[in-house]
């Protein structure tokens, strides 16, 4: 199994610019979530998923998009990238149940210049 | 904001020491988790506890819950260098939503060097 994984593995963008950052899980994982990791600090919840169709808000979502077509993937989309959006950017995934340890990918480190 | 606050954010000890990594949150709980991440990768789970749990052992690391004063502690013994890290606790909040799956709030973490 590959577990998580995440592209691109870096990223530069322009003020404005949208891209999207690809996120996605082989282990058949109903609960899919994004994080961003700021220098020196934890995770903060950016959106989640559980399960193919439903998604919702975490702790810091404004100018981020996700959308759930599939168990595997689970895209985050940027609409207008902004340089407070400089971030390292981590998809994890586990079963939905309480009480499974969540398998995060390798992360996404994003420049907003 | 928040749930969880680590301390001390910065720890530096002599390989075979002992590394105690302590975390306080806010809100009630189902578990308690913690993670360490490598300089620049993902992180990866390392031990869970239950609110029913008082505390957890696997191998090397001792991991303590205090639901009353609403705090973990995390033991590792015996240090080696490469347990130079970042750790992390993790909550799982009681919550009656449907939708919130097992969602974690993690705290700033503690920065761990093991000196060889």
């Known amino acids: 199994n590959a577990g998580v994984t995440q592209t691109p593995k870096f990223q530069v963008l322009k003020t404005g610019q949208s891209m999207t950052l690809q996120c996605a899980q082989d282990m058949n994982h109903e609960y899919m979530s994004w994080y961003r990791q700021d220098p020196g600090m934890g995770l903060r919840l950016i959106h989640y998923s559980v399960g193919a169709g439903i998604t919702d808000q975490g702790e810091v979502p404004n100018g981020y998009n996700v959308s759930r077509s599939t168990t595997e993937d689970f895209p985050l989309r940027l609409l207008s990238a902004a340089p407070s959006q400089t971030s390292v950017y981590f998809c994890?995934?586990?079963?939905?149940?309480?009480?499974?340890?969540?398998?995060f990918g390798p992360g996404t480190r994003l420049t907003v210049l | 904001s928040q749930q969880g606050e680590e301390d001390p954010q910065a720890l530096s000890i002599q390989e075979g020491e002992n590394a105690t990594m302590n975390c306080s949150y806010k809100t009630s709980i189902n578990n308690l988790q913690w993670y360490r991440q490598n300089s620049g990768r993902g992180l990866v789970h390392l031990i869970l506890?239950?609110?029913?749990?008082r505390e957890k052992h696997s191998g090397r690391l001792r991991v303590t819950l205090d639901t009353s004063k609403k705090s973990s502690s995390l033991l590792i013994t015996a240090s080696r260098a490469a347990d130079t890290a970042s750790y992390f606790c993790a909550t799982e909040a009681r919550t009656t939503s449907n939708n919130a799956g097992n969602m974690l709030t993690f705290g700033g973490g503690t920065r761990l060097m093991v000196k060889p």
């Open positions: 506890i239950r609110s029913n749990e």
């Open positions: 994890a995934s586990s079963r939905v149940r309480s009480g499974n340890e969540q398998f």
